[in-house]
């Protein structure tokens, strides 16, 4: 797909985004690589989650993309505009992590506020507010001082105000952190209706049972990078990498190595085997049955889990161990959990971070 | 807008929610129904002040007088002497008799006031017993005597007790006679040879039953002040007293209602927004507003705000905005209930008092500009507190800075009179000193050391020759006529590289020398008009007068006429009496009466030679007169030639006056100037106020005739003009009041008016002296000090002569011409308060001087002038009106800009 086909339908297009923030002391710098080329796209109508844990760079991404702070090289935009342009701006609704409402206000002022900061006249506000505070169901409420109103309700309010102008992209930065059971249901009810309004939506949070349920497509994020990006149906398999790798569970035995037989020789065959296997595969490991009690005592049984980048690779695999006289137990193709996914992404970029 | 309307409203509402304001607004509900039940009430002006008194040593002097000397003793002086209370009566007696007694004012003034109290009681008791005698009696009696001096005369007649009260020793009961001397002290005779005051003449005139109890106090008073001239300062008829919920202060400050007005604008407003809205008010805004900021840059609520389509630039100014709009609630809550207190209680109907809102907000908008770059840069309510604290502080330090260095420095170096010899430039200077200009080095030159607070006062120098120049010092003068010690004339001569040297003694409180003529130096003193001859000056230095005189002739005329209150003492009375006239201002060895037997100088005083003519035009109390000498020499009473009444010029002191030999032109504080006809003293037309102010601003202080109709006008506001009489082409309509035959009916002629012709173009104007040609009527050279002590030389170029100027664009057609321009070294002081000084109060916002502003404001004027008189030493207070409040407005725009692009630029 060309870029301006995929502009053509993208609500958000993140282009090797990249932010730092300077820091530290005149003698010694202590800049902070917020985001380190990120690169991500959201389409219209989609449920975008962005997922990360703390410091991954998700809010930074956000702020670029509402004008917030500025990045200091890529490029994001919103509807094809810059992204932070007023006209931009104008077609987003977002809703902060902790909204902060004025103690002054009800929530009725404070959607007749915040929709006059979002150029509303006083008819299409009042109609307006009539309708989202029903939808994030604070009618019978809205003449209440907002100090009254415990975090569900503020969070609903937010998401009430972000609505206002009815945009075009809704952006949610952790919308349920820090409610209770109920207080997450109810904020993730309403998102689930706007979902199923036709709504695009960004969400940002580190809360993965959150995502699974509302998201239609996710980017994971870490240290700064998209580790991942795409429909979250393929996240959570285990060959649903962007890459097509393919993770399976194997066992299998090789002649056992006896010092009657000429064990030396064979021991060292089978060391080989184990070698080309790993470097035939992505990643895994391959490990000695300790207890070969159902094998035949003159055969080591061996179990390893590995990723290969595809089956040709799995085959390759195959072939090896029935080349090295060696017979296949079990292959099992893995499928992973998103947490599993997420996870195995994280600890590879920290372990990638610290190499 | 819509989106920053919403932002300023919500700021609004924020503050709005603030206990801290609802605290605010009841200390000022609370404030203002303290000063609700203020009040005032007008009466007349009865009863006497210590500060009433203009010249205490005079009036022990004339008391003492009236007590000791016997030819005093029937007269008004001496009735009023030797009503007093005995204590005092034996205090003046020793002063009489040559020893030094201090009297205190108080004591003089109470005394005065029983006599008052006891002719009040007198006139109640009289009419009361009239009455209880037959109801008719008064009516009767104002039938059957319309004059009820007459019948005073009668009454004071009939009583034996003054003539008790003068053999004061031999009598019996003294309680009894001291009390009915005190309740008869006026008789009608005796006050018949005292100068009475027009409103005076009126009372006397009026039958007592249509007087008030208020009225005879009044005119007790009157009467006393007509016994004792030349004592007291002028006082306006009616006084205002403040109330507290009807009751009256408990206090003795008495003033009129025009000063009521001028405290009320110039000083209680300034002092209450500097006080309670610059610093209470604007401090309790900044606590309460401090927050409105780091409440924004909270994450959940900036965040949203920035994602609104809206600028940065503006939310941060409208957010200013909402925090000013708060401030701006509570200043207008209490300026408006000020104003209406004013209004409905005072009387005080000055629309201008709203005018603080504005300054009030400005100023603080100034600490909250600050306050907000804090808060954006820390985040945090409590430093942004800090930071406009931190300013106040700052802006407090630079000013006192400022403050002592002009005081110490500046003030001391200003020229606040100048005067020539020959080509030598002398000045009079704020710290009481004498400078010459010293042409070659281009510095002034100290004759008399300057003194930064001095209380003494050097008067303007004058010329007795190209050679010789006269002054004096008058030490502790500044705030008393008198001043303490002997009092000697002072001559600077160039032989002696113009140090000063002691010459003749001069009558004491001496406030003016003048040449007259060529021979003829005149001294101007509290009481009295004195001259001496040149030649004598010069003589008491050794310096042999070569010059033509006619002293022989001099000393025939001298003394020649026996009514001239000097010569009559000259010759009839011992040394102990000429002390005590001494004492009063009267004639030293020296110096020698010229007034009128029939003029006695009541203060506000205003001498002004006739430009080119040897006689005087003087204006005392509400009369304005001519004098003309009787003879050529410098010695012998002059004669008052015309004379002629002025309407309420005895209100207010502070008028200047010129005279050419055309017109004679007064002007007094910001009435407007009247033009007299200089021979027959008719009023013949006035420069209107408001007219006069849209031309030439601030309160005249200093007039010169320049020529017929030319005449230069220095104003308060730091400008010197020179103005022309001319005829307006309108009929104008007087009514003056008159005692001669035209009466009090309207007088119409062609109504002379002022234009302005040229104006010097300095803006700082100290002093100026304007040295005729002696060849050349109408030709001379305009010396201009500005600036503090820069000197600039100016030709006044006539019609004839302004086609020699190459520049003849312009519709006027006097030109005046740049010759010569001195910008004297200053002092390493002047260095530093030019620079740093000035540095740090160009870089810092000018707060405190926003108190100028609102006084302008209030006040309608652009300066304020104390005092004055003859000695001139009116002390200027010239408001910065626009500098306040343009430091003010560029250092908020600064500080926002700052703000603005802080806040564009930075990542939240």
Not at chain 2, 49 to 56: A, C, E, K, M, T
Not at chain 2, 133 to 151: F, H, L, R, T
């Amino acid at each position: 797909m060309s870029r301006s086909e995929a502009s053509s339908s993208s609500i958000i297009s993140v282009d090797a985004l990249e932010k730092t923030y300077r820091g530290g002391t005149f003698l010694r710098r202590g800049d902070v690589h917020a985001l380190r080329g990120v690169s991500l796209q959201a389409d219209r109508g989609q449920v975008f989650g962005l997922l990360g844990p703390n410091g991954a760079g998700k809010t930074t991404l956000i702020k670029i993309l509402l004008g917030v702070i500025r990045s200091t090289g890529g490029r994001a935009s919103l509807f094809g505009l810059p992204a932070g342009s007023a006209e931009a701006r104008s077609r987003v609704g977002y809703l902060p992590e902790s909204l902060r409402v004025d103690r002054h206000h009800t929530a009725r002022s404070a959607l007749r506020f915040y929709g006059k900061l979002s150029r509303l006249d006083s008819d299409t506000i009042g109609q307006r507010s009539d309708d989202l505070l029903e939808l994030v169901g604070l009618k019978g409420r809205d003449r209440e001082s907002v100090r009254r109103f415990s975090k569900g309700m503020l969070q609903r309010l937010g998401l009430a105000q972000a609505l206002m102008h009815d945009p075009d992209l809704l952006i949610l930065d952790e919308p349920t952190d820090g409610l209770d059971p109920v207080g997450r249901s109810e904020v993730r009810r309403v998102i689930e209706r706007l979902r199923d309004a036709g709504k695009t939506i960004f969400l940002n949070s580190h809360i993965l049972h959150e995502v699974e349920l509302v998201c239609s497509h996710l980017a994971i994020m870490a240290k700064g990078n998209v580790l991942a990006t795409g429909p979250i149906a393929e996240m959570g398999g285990a060959s649903s990498s962007d890459h097509e790798t393919i993770a399976v569970e194997m066992e299998f035995e090789l002649p056992h190595a006896d010092s009657s037989t000429g064990g030396d020789s064979v021991a060292g065959s089978n060391a080989a085997v184990e070698e080309q296997i790993l470097s035939s595969a992505v990643e895994g490991s391959v490990q000695w049955f300790a207890d070969p009690v159902d094998l035949d005592s003159c055969r080591a049984g061996y179990r390893c889990r590995l990723l290969c980048a595809d089956r040709a690779a799995v085959d390759q695999i195959v072939d090896r161990i029935r080349s090295a006289d060696g017979s296949l137990i079990r292959l099992v193709p893995h499928r992973q959990t998103l947490e599993e996914t997420f996870m195995r992404l994280v600890e590879s970029e920290s372990m990638a971070a610290m190499s | 807008m819509r989106p920053y309307l919403a932002i300023i409203s919500d700021s609004f509402h924020s503050a709005l929610a603030s206990r801290v304001l609802w605290a605010a607004f009841l200390a000022i509900w609370v404030l203002l129904a303290s000063l609700a039940p203020i009040g005032i009430r007008e009466d007349y002006t009865t009863s006497f002040r210590w500060f009433d008194v203009y010249n205490g040593t005079r009036m022990k002097a004339l008391l003492a007088q009236g007590i000791v000397d016997p030819d005093s003793q029937e007269t008004a002086i001496g009735r009023v002497a030797n009503a007093m209370p005995d204590e005092m009566k034996r205090q003046l007696r020793r002063v009489g008799e040559g020893d030094e007694v201090r009297i205190r004012l108080s004591l003089l003034t109470n005394a005065l006031n029983d006599l008052i109290e006891s002719d009040a009681t007198k006139e109640a008791e009289s009419k009361s017993d009239s009455v209880d005698d037959d109801p008719n009696a008064s009516n009767e009696a104002s039938v059957d005597n319309p004059n009820p001096d007459q019948q005073a005369e009668e009454n004071v007649g009939d009583e034996p007790a003054l003539k008790e009260q003068s053999e004061l020793d031999g009598a019996s009961d003294e309680q009894d006679s001291a009390d009915d001397a005190a309740s008869d002290w006026y008789d009608a005779e005796a006050w018949e040879s005292t100068v009475r005051l027009r409103e005076l003449r009126s009372l006397d005139e009026t039958p007592d039953e249509e007087l008030s109890e208020s009225l005879r106090r009044r005119r007790a008073r009157l009467r006393i002040e007509a016994a004792l001239p030349g004592v007291f300062e002028s006082r306006s008829s009616r006084s205002v007293l403040l109330t507290y919920a009807g009751l009256e202060f408990p206090t003795d400050f008495q003033i009129d209602r025009v000063q009521f007005e001028t405290l009320f604008n110039q000083f209680v407003i300034p002092i209450l927004v500097n006080w309670l809205l610059g610093l209470v008010l604007v401090f309790l805004g900044v606590l309460v507003t401090a927050s409105i900021v780091p409440d924004m840059l909270q994450t959940g609520s900036l965040h949203l705000l920035l994602s609104k389509p809206i600028s940065r630039s503006a939310l941060l100014i409208s957010k200013f905005i909402g925090g000013c709009a708060f401030v701006l609630l509570c200043v207008s809550q209490l300026v408006v209930g000020l104003y209406l207190i004013a209004a409905f209680r005072l009387g005080v109907w000055n629309t201008r008092i709203l005018w603080c809102i504005p300054v009030a907000v400005v100023i603080f908008a100034v600490f909250y500009s600050v306050s907000v770059l804090a808060g954006l840069k820390w985040r945090s309510a409590i430093i942004s507190i800090a930071a406009a604290g931190a300013l106040a502080a700052i802006c407090v330090v630079v000013g006192v800075v400022g403050g002592v260095v002009d005081a110490r420095v500046v003030a001391p170096d200003r020229i606040i009179g100048i005067s020539t010899a020959g080509d030598e430039l002398f000045g009079v200077t704020g710290g009481s000193g004498l400078v010459r200009l010293d042409p070659s080095a281009q510095k002034w030159e100290p004759l008399i050391e300057s003194e930064a607070g001095s209380n003494d006062r050097v008067l303007r120098p004058a010329a007795l020759d190209d050679d010789h120049v006269m002054t004096a010092r008058i030490r502790n003068g500044r705030f008393n006529p008198f001043g303490s010690g002997s009092l000697d004339l002072i001559v600077l001569s160039r032989d002696e590289q113009w140090q000063p040297q002691p010459s003749l003694r001069l009558p004491t409180a001496t406030e003016r020398l003048l040449m007259v003529d060529d021979d003829t130096v005149l001294a101007i003193n509290t009481a009295d008009l004195l001259t001496t001859e040149r030649a004598a000056v010069l003589e008491a230095i050794g310096v042999e007068d070569t010059g033509d005189d006619n002293d022989e002739e001099n000393g025939t005329d001298g003394n020649a006429d026996g009514d001239s209150p000097a010569a009559r003492i000259d010759s009839s009375v011992g040394a102990w009496l000429k002390a005590l006239v001494t004492m009063q201002g009267g004639a030293t060895e020296s110096f020698v009466s010229i007034l009128p037997s029939d003029v006695v100088l009541s203060p506000p005083t205003r001498v002004a030679k006739v430009l080119g003519e040897r006689s005087l035009v003087l204006l005392t109390g509400d009369r304005i007169q001519r004098l003309e000498p009787t003879g050529s020499g410098s010695k012998g009473t002059w004669k008052t030639t015309v004379r002629e009444n002025v309407a309420g010029e005895s209100e207010r002191a502070s008028h200047v006056m010129a005279a050419s030999s055309r017109w004679v032109v007064v002007a007094r504080g910001d009435l407007p100037v009247k033009i007299y006809d200089a021979a027959t003293l008719d009023l013949v037309g006035v420069w209107d106020a408001d007219l006069r102010k849209s031309i030439v601003s601030g309160t005249p202080l200093e007039l010169v005739a320049v020529s017929e109709d030319l005449f230069l006008l220095r104003t308060s506001s730091g400008h010197c003009d020179v103005i022309e009489i001319i005829d307006s082409g309108e009929v104008f309509a007087s009514s003056e009041p008159s005692d001669d035959a035209k009466g009090d009916t309207d007088v119409t002629a062609s109504a002379m008016t002022i234009r302005r012709v040229a104006r010097v173009p300095v803006d700082e104007v100290e002093s100026m002296y304007w040295k005729a040609d002696a060849e050349e009527a109408g030709r001379g050279t305009l010396y201009v000090v500005h600036d503090i002590d820069r000197v600039s030389k100016y030709s006044l170029l006539m019609p004839d002569s302004a086609s020699e100027l190459s520049e003849s664009a312009g519709d006027s057609d006097v030109r005046l011409q740049l010759t010569k321009s001195v910008v004297p070294a200053g002092s390493v002081w002047r260095w530093v308060d030019r620079y740093v000084v000035g540095g740090l109060e160009l870089f810092t916002p000018q707060v405190l001087q926003l108190g100028d502003t609102t006084a302008a404001m209030v006040s309608g004027n652009d300066s304020l002038v104390i005092g004055g008189g003859e000695s001139g030493a009116a002390e200027v207070v010239r408001y910065q009106i626009a500098w306040p409040l343009i430091s003010c407005s560029i250092f908020i725009a600064v500080v926002l800009a700052i703000s603005c692009v802080y806040f564009s630029r930075s990542d939240y």
